[in-house]
């Protein structure tokens, strides 16, 4: 089924449609576990000329898509399997493993890249929780974006080094409600 939706673009209301996205992939792959593992599938990145944002079922038989989907499905993916969603290159794995968290908060992010004169460049990344601390994952370079595939770890580090976080705490003092957006110290 084809659904398209036309809005004005506002990065609020694209982060929740890309949340909402998330969770109804977890909820796809809560209900068909046998689903492969997002960087365990043939999947890859692939830069889209008309935006489309796509289910994990309709990712995987694409085989492509860009930062959105991906970014929502591997969101999904965490939410619905937890710490087996994680491989032990992934920040948070040994924590998420020990405690053996059924899911983990994440949530799709937008990172956001301005250039003087010009429109702002979006990305979207995923941002998670594991053990009180906030981890970064991006999809869309670990499956292609980039000339070499990175890491979960490299993903995290290049996220943390290269992207303006907007006040959020890297440690915080509670696990995030699904439903709770996530604390914002202000400086």
């Known amino acids: ?19 909402w ?19 365990e599938s043939k999947v890859v990145y692939k830069r889209e000329e008309v ?5 994990y079922i309709q990712l995987l038989a694409q085989g492509d898509e860009d930062c959105d989907a991906l970014a ?13 969603a994680l491989s032990p290159e992934d920040p948070g794995y040994v924590q998420a493993k020990a405690l053996k968290m059924q899911t983990i908060p994440a949530e799709v992010a937008l990172t956001t ?28 370079a670990r499956l292609g974006m980039l000339p ?9 580090a290049r996220v943390v080094e290269r992207v303006r976080l907007g006040g ?8 995030r409600k699904p439903h709770q957006k996530l604390r914002r110290e202000t400086a």
Request: with cysteine; hydrophobic share 40%; proline share 3%.
């Open 1 to 19: 089924m084809d659904i398209r939706v036309a809005l004005t673009f506002n990065e609020r209301d694209a982060v929740s449609l890309l949340n």
């Open 21 to 39: 996205l998330a969770r109804c992939d977890a909820r796809l792959i809560r209900d068909q576990p046998k689903l492969p593992k997002l960087y």
């Open 51 to 55: 935006e489309t944002w796509s289910d």
């Open 72 to 84: 929502a499905a591997r969101a999904g993916e965490l939410l619905a399997r937890g710490w087996q």
């Open 113 to 140: 890249q301005l250039r003087e004169g010009e429109h702002g460049l979006y990305h979207c990344v995923v941002r998670y929780i594991v053990d009180k601390t906030i981890w970064f994952d991006d999809p869309s």
């Open 148 to 156: 070499e595939r990175l890491t979960g770890r490299e993903c995290h």
């Open 168 to 175: 959020v705490k890297r440690e915080i003092d509670f696990y």
